[in-house]
């Protein structure tokens, strides 16, 4: 079961991430790279600097979430991984994550926010 | 001038009514209290399940799964939980290295001691739990506390749970102690606070739509939800304990869980159990 | 003792169905994701071929949860089965808000934000829509 729930999100994210259309462009860019090592016979990662500062507002905001209680459950993973994207030279896809963590903070902690006071539902009344 | 005394009059009243309107909002404050809480939460099932007898709610999704209920009560004849209840029997009787037991060090009233919590602490004025009473007392004797979801934990917990069966629920949040109202309070709120990517609260899934088919899951209903804890799960292959239960219930919201035994879990304990007031615990139980 | 071995075996066979049937699901989230970065190489699925993936698979749309949907299996009860989807939603854009965010019509849906929450992308949506326009 939990082996199929981490298959599961490596699906949603390979599809959520897929689907923006960055993997192929990356992969071109990856065999770019590669055709170049055989040329200059250095392979230079890119450093992806600008990535990087995304996944700190990421992680930022991820904190701002958690500070009222509305950390939602993947956001830190997906922040662990644009970091290993990162560290792999894939910037594009550090990008993806990084914008999709960053949505799930901003959306977590509005939507703790909007409850800060008791909110009783209509179809319930103490 | 005429004009002048009539507006001050005006402003007279005003202010009368709205002191008034202040006392109102004053004494339906509190009117609201633990107790008529209960009761609305209880008749909200009750209305929803007019065939359920009351005492049968301590049964989880069996109390209204008709279909479901039968291969249950086979399982409850040869409870998988009973090698729990045995293990959890000896650590209550081991001696600590100082020598001391659960019993002779903290829990003197015991083993039957669960019917007891979560109950206000006078003195740490915050809502204690038997898992964290437990811990605290090991500590105190110079012992390694447990893991709060896996491990030792479940075996004690399914033997004093069991030696407190049949004992009423009767979760008090004593009137000269607000923060023990205020602890309450913020249960209740997370209870009906949606949360997560999937937006749900407690309450969406275990009110508004209890006893309806989640894919093919029925959902129980949340009146009486802490009695049978713990709980043996075929899922988990083992006892897990209503904090972990929790922290699932939370998660497959796609919201981050909260620690198992914090404020905010804690707190949820104290409203989740005195929402069940009246009903009998009935720990462990078996489960899907 | 036998007995007990008993119910516990009971319950294995229990898990295991799950994993089957999470096994299916999981294909079907997999064949998903394949034909979405493969539909440039020319793999033939229509947009509401899709969209019935998306509304039947468990870590997408999921909308077996609480639906009935013709040719789905061990839809829920929380929600009023989906159909004559044309007429009950002429206006595409009706249909579309209905599961982007169902908060607006309804503060206390117990159906998810989709779109607001970013559960699905915008492209998932349109092709949840055309499908949905074939029941």
């Not at chain 2, 008749?43 to 039968?70: C, H, L, M, Q, W």
């Not at chain 2, 739509?209 to 043996?232: C, D, M, Q, T």
């Not at chain 3, 039947?56 to 989807?85: D, E, W």
């Not at chain 3, 492209?123 to 829509?129: H, I, K, P």
Request: hydrophobic share 35%; with cysteine; proline share 5%.
């Amino acid at each position: 079961m939990k082996k199929f729930l981490l298959m599961g999100c490596s699906i949603l994210i390979a599809a959520s991430v897929g689907c923006t259309g960055n993997q192929a462009s990356e992969e071109k860019a990856a065999m770019k790279t590669e055709a170049k090592k055989g040329v200059e016979k250095v392979a230079e990662k890119p450093k992806c600097t600008v990535e990087a500062s995304h996944i700190v507002d990421a992680d930022n905001a991820r904190k701002r979430a958690a500070s009222v209680g509305g950390e939602w459950r993947d956001t830190a993973k997906f922040i662990k991984q644009a970091h290993a994207a990162v560290k792999a030279g894939k910037c594009h896809k550090a990008e993806a994550l990084a914008k999709k963590a960053l949505m799930e903070g901003q959306l977590g902690y509005e939507q703790a926010m909007s409850q800060k006071e008791l909110k009783m539902p209509g179809y319930f009344k103490f | 001038m005429i004009n002048e005394t009539k507006g001050k009059k005006m402003n007279h009243i005003s202010t009368k009514t709205i002191a008034g309107l202040l006392l109102l909002g004053l004494s339906s404050l509190v009117s609201a209290s633990p107790e008529s809480d209960a009761k609305a939460f209880k008749k909200y099932f009750t209305d929803r399940f007019p065939d359920v007898p009351y005492n049968d709610y301590i049964n989880g999704a069996y109390t209204i799964d008709k279909s479901g209920r039968e291969n249950w009560e086979a399982i409850e004849e040869f409870p998988p939980y009973e090698p729990f209840i045995d293990e959890g029997r000896a650590m209550w009787e081991k001696p600590f290295k100082n020598g001391k037991t659960f019993k002779t060090a903290c829990f003197p009233d015991g083993p039957a001691i669960k019917h007891k919590y979560p109950m206000w602490d006078k003195e740490k004025k915050m809502v204690m739990t038997l898992p964290l009473a437990l811990n605290n007392c090991l500590k105190a004797n110079g012992e390694k506390p447990m893991k709060y979801k896996k491990g030792p934990i479940n075996n004690i917990m399914a033997y004093l749970a069991y030696e407190a069966r049949g004992k009423k629920i009767n979760v008090v949040i004593p009137k000269d102690e607000p923060g023990a109202l205020a602890a309450y309070e913020e249960g209740k709120k997370f209870y009906f606070q949606r949360r997560g990517q999937l937006n749900f609260s407690c309450a969406s899934c275990h009110m508004q739509n209890a006893g309806l088919k989640l894919r093919s899951e029925i959902l129980s209903p949340a009146l009486g939800h802490p009695s049978g804890f713990p709980v043996y799960r075929s899922k988990w292959g083992t006892v897990g304990t209503l904090h972990r239960r929790f922290t699932g219930c939370n998660k497959q919201v796609r919201a981050k869980a909260f620690k198992a035994h914090g404020p905010e879990y804690r707190n949820l304990e104290y409203f989740l159990t005195a929402m069940s007031n009246g009903l009998e615990w009935n720990g462990p139980s078996a489960r899907k | 003792m036998i007995h007990q071995a008993k119910s516990l075996a009971k319950s294995v066979v229990g898990k295991k169905s799950t994993i089957l049937l999470a096994a299916t699901l999981g294909l079907g989230g997999l064949f998903f994701s394949t034909t979405a970065s493969a539909a440039g190489l020319g793999v033939q699925q229509t947009s509401a071929e899709r969209g019935q993936e998306i509304a039947f698979t468990r870590k997408l749309g999921n909308c077996l949860a609480c639906h009935h949907i013709n040719g789905g299996v061990s839809g829920g009860t929380i929600a009023p089965p989906l159909v004559g989807m044309k007429l009950r939603f002429p206006d595409r854009a009706q249909l579309r808000a209905q599961i982007y965010d169902p908060r607006v019509k309804n503060p206390d849906t117990s159906m998810l934000p989709f779109g607001a929450h970013s559960i699905l992308t915008p492209a998932q949506l349109e092709d949840l829509v055309e499908f949905l326009y074939t029941l």
